[in-house]
Antibody, heavy 122, light 107 residues
């Protein structure tokens, strides 16, 4: 059974940093691209960032480019999101999501974690 | 970036009825469109990918159609568990973008 478990969220002041983690199990992690998708409270979904199976291809939404960094450790079956210079508008539930097709940076998401909440406020 | 506009914003129907949800793209996305279902307090679930392919484990009452800029998600006969928010999402162009959602509520 595919499982994705996010952690690392919390309350942080504007301008500070936070690192999110996603622990994956139930599939061959290093075969699949992975993504972060966020959802502000009561709002819709926004793709944040994605990384290919071998970290060779990485992409970011314009809203986070230059502030957020995605990475993965295939030996630890883990995905990360380093978030710097946080803003109030980054407040959201952050989901880790798996791409459906092996070894392709496909921007569909077939399995999702339950999310970790990031609140940016002074 | 490609803007996806979903209609209607809210759809009120009864169990057993047919639901038709629409998604229009600001430019062609070919067939690179997916549909997701989200229930309160839950993560989204992939229903349809590449406009018309059902994801693993998705019941046959869910179907998708369309190409280019106009897409439809059809639920042939609503079950009580189908009342939720539905999002479309394109992967034709980076960045991937989502529609604003259609809330399917019980009439």
């Amino acid at each position: 059974e595919v499982q994705l478990v996010e952690s690392g969220g919390g309350l942080v002041q504007p301008g500070r940093s936070l690192r999110l983690s996603c622990a994956a199990s139930g599939f061959t992690f290093d075969d699949y691209a992975m993504h972060w998708v966020r959802q502000a409270p009561g709002k819709g979904l926004e793709w944040v960032s994605g990384i290919s199976w071998n970290s060779g291809s990485i992409g970011y939404a314009d809203s986070v480019k230059g502030r957020f960094t995605i990475s993965r450790d295939n030996a630890k079956n883990s995905l990360y999101l380093q978030m710097n210079s946080l803003r109030a508008e980054d407040t959201a539930l952050y989901y880790c999501a798996k791409a459906p097709t092996p070894q392709q940076l496909v921007l569909y998401f077939d399995y999702w974690g339950q999310g970790t909440l990031v609140t940016v406020s002074s | 970036e490609i803007v996806l506009t979903q209609s209607p914003a809210t759809l009120s129907l009864s169990p057993g009825e047919r639901a038709t949800l629409s998604c229009r793209a600001s430019q062609s996305v070919s067939s690179y469109l997916a549909w997701y279902q989200q229930k309160p307090g839950q993560a989204p679930r992939l229903l349809i990918y590449d406009a018309s392919n059902r994801a693993t484990g998705i019941p046959a009452r869910f179907s998708g159609s369309g190409s280019g800029t106009d897409f439809t998600l059809t639920i042939s006969s609503l079950e009580p568990e189908d009342f939720a928010v539905y999002y479309c999402q394109q992967r034709s162009n980076w960045p991937a973008t989502f529609g604003q959602g259609t809330k399917l509520e019980i009439k």
